[in-house]
Antibody, heavy 117, light 112 residues
Framework: QITLKESGPTLVKPTQTLTLTCTFS??????????VGWIRQPPGKALEWLALIYWDDDKRYSPSLKSRLTITKDTSKNQVVLTMTNMDPVDTATYYCARFGGPFDYWGQGTLVTVSS | QSVLTQPPSASGTPGQRVTISCSGSSSNIGSNTVNWYQQLPGTAPKLLIY???QRPSGVPDRFSGSKSGTSASLAISGLQSEDEADYYC?????????????FGTGTKVTVL
């Protein structure tokens, strides 16, 4: 059974750095072809892809947010970490992590992050 | 911001067929496969269709996908009340800006 779960702060202040952790089970991020990505969804709005890290440590970022994002993995802990710098109220959203096995085939439940002073 | 355009809403009565379009360009749908995700109210998205027309295990066969040129479609045959959800298309986009996984604008399906 594949599961993913996001964890991190629910409230961050403007200009702060957000750090989110995705802890997963049921698959290994050392398996060829597998990746873990992050997607966010502002309240009432569409999904937006943020970043993806592959089994071989290849990393991809949304061009519009690339300068603010860093994605890393700890294969031994089955975790993927996303950091986003210089947070702004427009970054308020539910952040999802998802396994990438071609498409994003398994998703976490999401975590709502609010950016406010 | 979304480069894949979907109609904001679609509706039908139980048993009807509903079709949702997804319009893109040569750098995304025109050169990559399309996936569809279903998001039930208050829940995380779920993969519904991958590689244009493939259904993951457990997805009912009343859901089908197709692609032609720079557009794709999702069809729901025999609409059921539990199909009331938001639907998103998605594809990789290989533009000059880089390698980008883009989602559609989303379509809310209402069962009348």
């Amino acid at each position: 059974q594949i599961t993913l779960k996001e964890s991190g702060p629910t409230l961050v202040k403007p200009t702060q750095t957000l750090t989110l952790t995705c802890t997963f089970s049921g698959f290994s991020l050392s398996t060829s072809g597998v990746g873990v990505g992050w997607i966010r969804q502002p309240p009432g709005k569409a999904l937006e892809w943020l970043a993806l890290i592959y089994w071989d440590d290849d990393k991809r970022y949304s061009p519009s947010l690339k300068s603010r994002l860093t994605i890393t993995k700890d294969t031994s802990k089955n975790q993927v970490v996303l950091t986003m710098t210089n947070m702004d109220p427009v970054d308020t959203a539910t952040y999802y992590c998802a396994r990438f096995g071609g498409p994003f085939d398994y998703w976490g439940q999401g975590t709502l992050v609010t950016v406010s002073s | 911001q979304s480069v894949l355009t979907q109609p904001p809403s679609a509706s039908g009565t139980p048993g009807q067929r509903v079709t949702i379009s997804c319009s893109g360009s040569s750098s995304n749908i025109g050169s990559n496969t399309v996936n569809w995700y279903q998001q039930l109210p208050g829940t995380a998205p779920k993969l519904l269709i991958y590689s244009n027309n493939q259904r993951p295990s457990g997805v009912p066969d009343r859901f089908s996908g197709s692609k032609s040129g720079t557009s794709a479609s999702l069809a729901i045959s025999g609409l059921q009340s539990e199909d009331e959800a938001d639907y998103y298309c998605a594809a990789w986009d290989d533009s000059l800006n880089g390698y980008n996984y883009v989602f559609g604008t989303g379509t809310k399906v209402t069962v009348l």
